[in-house]
């Protein structure tokens, strides 16, 4: 894919949506920081329904501390591996306290040492909380990108590091969200739906006919 294609298709992803965002809940980088650790392997929405109760009671290090990991077990119960995140997120908080005031620190390499707390994970804190360009590439990242051509790669490195260098630097920023709810609502996993998609006449995907001629069946009923 070149260059222009590549302008064209965040200039209509940005006209549709010139603000995205997380879909996650939050008000401060630490509650950023706890609900995508709790993301992983789990739904944006289950989250949410954790969180929610959760953190209108404890939205600090100290007072997740106070909770201690069994009082925590109770309000992500419903989230999968919530045992071995209920660790890690005590040990974060932990680890907070005595080596950063309690904040949340906004370089990478203090994030990365965090419990819990990998590469994506990292990434997403220090684009959505710190407003940094980086590129927390997930699962529909990974399938958009390759899918459509705009970054193709066999492994998630290797799809960040072609999207911050490929990318028109306007829209770094914000890329990481749109891509991903692209890849949430249009661009799905097994019947992408082409037909309903805004950058159908750009995306390189091969199957992009079979299935918009689909999606039109479909809507005929």
Request: aromatic content about 6%; proline content about 5%.
């Amino acid at each position: 894919m070149n260059r222009d294609k590549r302008q064209a298709i965040f200039e209509r992803l940005r006209a549709a949506n010139p603000q995205p965002t997380t879909e996650l809940e939050y008000r401060t980088p630490f509650e950023l920081l706890v609900a995508v650790i709790l993301s992983a392997q789990a739904t944006d929405r289950s989250v949410n329904k954790a969180t929610r109760p959760l953190f209108a009671v404890a939205n600090t290090p100290e007072a997740i501390l106070a909770l201690g990991e069994v009082g925590l077990r109770q309000y992500i119960r419903t989230i999968g591996l919530f045992n071995s995140k209920a660790k890690n997120i005590i040990a974060t908080c932990q680890a907070l306290v005595d080596e950063h005031d309690g904040q949340v620190p906004a370089q990478r390499k203090a994030l990365e040492a965090l419990p819990g707390v990998g590469r994506k994970t990292a990434n997403v804190v220090l684009n959505t909380a710190f407003d940094q360009p980086t590129m927390a590439v997930d699962t529909h990242i990974f399938r958009v990108a390759n899918r459509t051509g705009i970054a193709r790669g066999k492994t998630v490195r290797a799809v960040e590091e072609r999207l911050l260098r490929l990318l028109p630097r306007e829209f770094l920023k914000d890329a990481h969200h749109w891509l991903i709810l692209h890849g949430r609502y249009v661009c799905v996993a097994r019947k992408p739906r082409c037909g309903a998609c805004p950058i159908y006449d750009l995306c390189e995907f091969k199957d992009k006919t079979r299935y918009a001629d689909e999606d039109a069946d479909t809507a005929g009923g």
